[in-house]
């Protein structure tokens, strides 16, 4: 029976009812949020996991557990192995209805397209120059938490974790005000590649979007790429003297015994002063729970104290 035709008075209020379930934007045909998700990306991963969302599976979870480490990442999730070549076949075993990817993905996503739905999401993006186009990418961290808060139908969940995170910046400025001088000298904050290079985070990178909201003062300040890095040899972290060094852990191994035979590195005036410090591993390309987890570190490392 078509909607719209003759009916008796009996029944006519029941098929109106069913017109009105039918119509294009009712509850009826509005999406259902995704439940079976798949996560190519670590920071899309550690979002979805605060929203408290658990992936079915997600790409290489011993890296997640090493390199993110928080929010923790239950077992039973499966690892579909590398970010960049994923197990297609597992992924389509499991059956999902939703892919998360971001945009050094797109060369996957074809493929990816022909399992189910792709959503790509940008916290990181180059633009035609591959280099320096003002990324934010805690202002992206926002905008991912509220799309997949959407996607997923945990919008206040999202909103709450964007508060919960404004409300620790806040407090975390506060506690490093009330430490003084010490707490706000000039920082370098580096991954070691080897015993002689280091990354160097600056614009571009949710690290520097941090140290803004904490009211920190960056000391490397030569160009990067749209990452917010850019590569250096240690010789170049002479020029801030009165400096702080903060390295990620992990260290590639041997690193660390190598730089302390290392007579250039025992020359540079932050290790001469004692004025470099080994923080956990906290996601330097990630989104609000890895801002987070950087501010809570930086409060213990520069005043000794947890947040």
């Given at each position: 029976?078509?909607?719209?035709?003759f009916?008796?008075?009996a029944?006519?209020a029941?098929?109106l009812?069913?017109?009105?379930l039918?119509?294009?934007?009712?509850?009826?045909?509005?999406a259902?949020?995704?439940?079976?998700?798949?996560?190519?990306?670590?920071?899309?991963?550690?979002?979805?996991?605060?929203?408290g969302?658990?992936?079915?599976a997600?790409?290489?979870v011993?890296g997640?557990r090493?390199?993110?480490?928080?929010?923790?990442?239950?077992?039973?999730?499966?690892?579909?192995?590398?970010?960049?070549?994923?197990?297609?076949?597992?992924?389509q075993?499991?059956?999902?209805?939703?892919?998360?990817?971001?945009?050094?993905?797109?060369?996957?996503?074809?493929?990816?397209?022909?399992i189910?739905?792709v959503?790509?999401?940008?916290?990181?993006?180059?633009?035609?120059?591959?280099r320096?186009?003002?990324?934010?990418?805690?202002?992206?961290?926002?905008?991912?938490?509220?799309?997949?808060?959407?996607?997923?139908?945990?919008?206040?969940?999202?909103?709450?974790l964007?508060?919960?995170?404004?409300?620790?910046?806040?407090?975390?400025?506060?506690?490093l005000?009330?430490?003084?001088?010490?707490a706000?000298?000039?920082?370098y904050?580096?991954?070691?590649?080897d015993?002689?290079?280091v990354w160097?985070?600056?614009?571009?990178?949710l690290?520097q979007?941090?140290f803004?909201?904490?009211?920190?003062?960056?000391?490397?300040?030569?160009e990067?790429?749209f990452?917010?890095?850019?590569?250096?040899?240690?010789?170049?972290l002479?020029?801030?003297?009165?400096?702080?060094?903060?390295?990620?852990?992990?260290?590639?191994?041997?690193?660390?015994?190598s730089?302390a035979?290392n007579?250039?590195?025992?020359a540079?005036?932050?290790?001469?002063?004692q004025r470099?410090?080994?923080?956990?591993p906290?996601?330097?390309?990630?989104?609000?729970?890895?801002?987070g987890?950087?501010?809570?570190?930086?409060v213990?490392?520069?005043t000794g104290?947890?947040?």
């Amino acid at each position: 029976m078509a909607c719209g035709v003759f009916v008796p008075r009996a029944i006519h209020a029941l098929v109106l009812a069913v017109c009105l379930l039918l119509a294009p934007g009712s509850s009826l045909w509005a999406a259902e949020p995704a439940r079976r998700i798949v996560s190519l990306d670590w920071g899309l991963t550690e979002t979805l996991l605060a929203l408290g969302v658990v992936p079915v599976a997600v790409a290489d979870v011993p890296g997640y557990r090493g390199w993110v480490v928080e929010p923790a990442l239950p077992e039973g999730v499966v690892d579909l192995g590398s970010r960049f070549e994923p197990n297609l076949e597992q992924l389509q075993q499991l059956k999902p209805d939703l892919i998360l990817a971001t945009p050094y993905q797109n060369p996957l996503k074809p493929l990816l397209e022909r399992i189910a739905p792709v959503e790509t999401i940008a916290i990181y993006e180059e633009d035609a120059s591959g280099r320096d186009n003002g990324n934010h990418p805690l202002e992206r961290a926002v905008a991912a938490t509220r799309h997949l808060g959407s996607l997923t139908d945990r919008q206040s969940e999202a909103e709450r974790l964007i508060a919960d995170t404004d409300a620790l910046f806040t407090a975390a400025r506060q506690r490093l005000d009330a430490a003084g001088a010490e707490a706000h000298r000039p920082l370098y904050i580096a991954t070691s590649v080897d015993e002689r290079h280091v990354w160097l985070y600056a614009r571009n990178s949710l690290f520097q979007d941090v140290f803004d909201r904490l009211g920190l003062s960056n000391a490397w300040q030569a160009e990067t790429n749209f990452w917010g890095f850019s590569s250096a040899g240690y010789d170049e972290l002479a020029d801030a003297p009165e400096a702080r060094l903060l390295l990620l852990r992990p260290l590639p191994s041997g690193v660390e015994a190598s730089l302390a035979r290392n007579p250039l590195w025992n020359a540079l005036p932050f290790v001469r002063a004692q004025r470099v410090a080994l923080i956990d591993p906290v996601l330097m390309f990630g989104t609000l729970p890895a801002s987070g987890r950087f501010a809570r570190l930086l409060v213990l490392t520069l005043t000794g104290a947890p947040l």
